[in-house]
């Protein structure tokens, strides 16, 4: 998965940068067909906002979180992306082969 990092109005550190990468290893786990992910720091006055684009096998996941602390609204990124990936994997995932062999008769 190709992982692109960038601020609006905000340095990316190499601790960001890091932070980012090691989160994002989760999504990994979730689903195997993940193009690439662009991810968009931004500091407004006192709100930290990270918005987060996911090209996974035919379909683009979006999230945006927002937190007091640039490490929580990453966190919460994760969370939501997560979320939005498995809804996406359970639609994907074709249940009729399991329904076939419980209703055949031995």
């Known amino acids: 998965m190709q992982i692109q990092i960038s601020g609006h109005q905000v340095e990316v550190t190499p601790a960001l ?40 096998a035919g379909r683009v996941l979006h999230a945006v979180a927002n937190a007091a602390d640039m490490y929580a609204a990453i966190d919460a990124l994760v969370d939501k992306l997560v979320a939005q990936l498995r809804k996406h994997k359970e639609k994907v995932t074709d249940h009729r082969a399991k329904d076939a062999l419980s209703a055949r008769p031995d």
């Open 17 to 56: 940068r890091d932070y980012v990468r090691m989160r994002m290893e989760r999504l990994e786990r979730h689903f195997d067909n993940l193009t690439s992910l662009n991810i968009v720091l931004t500091v407004e006055k006192l709100e930290h906002r990270v918005d987060g684009t996911l090209a996974a």
